[in-house]
C-alpha cells in the first residue's frame, strides 16, 4: 500500500517538517534520533539538518528511495532502513530521542511499539509524537480511515505512564503537508521524557 501511495515524482506529504517537530525541536536531546515510520523522509533530512545522528525506520521502499534522495539533494547524511516495525529491534538505552509522526498502527501493535521505544531510550530521553485522533475522522483531511489506528489522548497517556510527560494535548490545528494532509485536524501531540 504505501510503496503505491509514494509511487510519484512528488512528495506527497511534501519536503518541510511537520510543524510541531519543527516548534519543538529545541526539546530533543542532541545525539543519536530515531524516526518511525520516515516515509519520504522530510522529518529526517530536517533532523539531520540540524545537527542529530538520524536514523530512520519505514515499511516502504519507495519512500525509503525517495527520503535518500531528498537527503542527498540537501547535503545531509541519514540512516534508512527498510523494516516492519513489528519486528523492528530498537535496542537498550541506544536513543537520545525518538521521533512518531502520524505513525498509525493498530492499538495493540502501537502499544507494543511504544513499550520497546521507551525501552530504546537512553536515561532522560525524549519521545516526541503527533497523531491524528478519532476526531479526524469528522475532518476527512488526511490520516487513517479505521478507527483502531487512531490515537486517543488517554491511551497515549497510559502507553507512557512510565515516563515524564512533558506535554499531551488533543489540539485542532491547520495541517499543510503535501497532498495528503490538507486542512483541519484533530491531533494528539506529546512529549515525554524517559
Known amino acids: 500500500m504505501w510503496d503505491e501511495i509514494f509511487n510519484s515524482d512528488r512528495y506527497v506529504y511534501g519536503t518541510e517538517p511537520n510543524q510541531f517537530l519543527a516548534e519543538n525541536v529545541q526539546q ?3 545525539g543519536k534520533v530515531l524516526c518511525l515510520a520516515d516515509g519520504e523522509g522530510r522529518n ?3 533532523l539531520a539538518k540540524q545537527g542529530y545522528q538520524v536514523t530512520a525506520v519505514d515499511l516502504s521502499k519507495v519512500g525509503l528511495e525517495k527520503a535518500a534522495k531528498l537527503a542527498a539533494s540537501q547535503g545531509v547524511a541519514v ?6 516495525l513489528a519486528e523492528f529491534e530498537f535496542g537498550t538505552e ?3 530521542a525518538i521521533v ?4 498509525h498502527l493498530p492499538s495493540s501493535l502501537r502499544q507494543q511499539v511504544h513499550q520497546r521505544a521507551l525501552q530504546g531510550l537512553k536515561p532522560n530521553g525524549v519521545f516526541l509524537l503527533e497523531g491524528y485522533t478519532p476526531r479526524q475522522l ?3 483531511t488526511g490520516g487513517p480511515k479505521m478507527l483502531d489506528l487512531l490515537m486517543e489522548p488517554d491511551a497515549i497517556a497510559a ?6 510527560i512533558l506535554q499531551l494535548a488533543e489540539i485542532e490545528r491547520d495541517i499543510i503537508e503535501g497532498d495528503k494532509h490538507t486542512g483541519t485536524g484533530a491531533v494528539v501531540q506529546l512529549i515525554a521524557k524517559r
Open 28 to 30: 530533543l536531546p542532541k
Open 44 to 46: 529526517s533530512v530536517f
Open 79 to 84: 540512516e534508512y532502513i527498510h523494516a516492519d
Open 159 to 164: 502507553e507512557f505512564a512510565e515516563a515524564n
Open 100 to 103: 512518531s509522526v502520524f505513525c
Open 94 to 96: 541506544q536513543w537520545d
Open 138 to 140: 469528522a475532518f476527512g
